[in-house]
């Protein structure tokens, strides 16, 4: 057990040394390349625009509400 709980150890410290050490050695990205990855550099959609049943969340909480009430109904 203290033979892994040591390798463990070690191999947290290198993992933090190692990105430490890129993370000080390398630039960071200009906004242009994290656009699309980075949620700040994103714009958001609005769903404003959008009817009720073209929104992702009428569907979702519809769903999972029917889900729900059918296993209610299986499970009573």
């Known amino acids: 057990m203290a033979e892994n709980m040591y390798r463990a150890l070690w191999s947290w ?5 190692v990105t430490v050490v890129v993370t000080l050695a390398t630039g960071p990205k200009p ?4 656009a699309g990855l980075v949620y700040g550099c994103t714009e958001i959609p609005s769903e404003r625009e959008l ?7 009428f569907w979702g909480g519809g769903g999972i509400g029917a889900v729900l009430i059918v296993l209610n109904v299986i499970f009573w």
């Open 13 to 17: 410290i290198i993992s933090v040394v």
């Open 31 to 34: 906004d242009s390349e994290l």
């Open 51 to 57: 009817r009720l049943t073209q929104r992702p969340i």
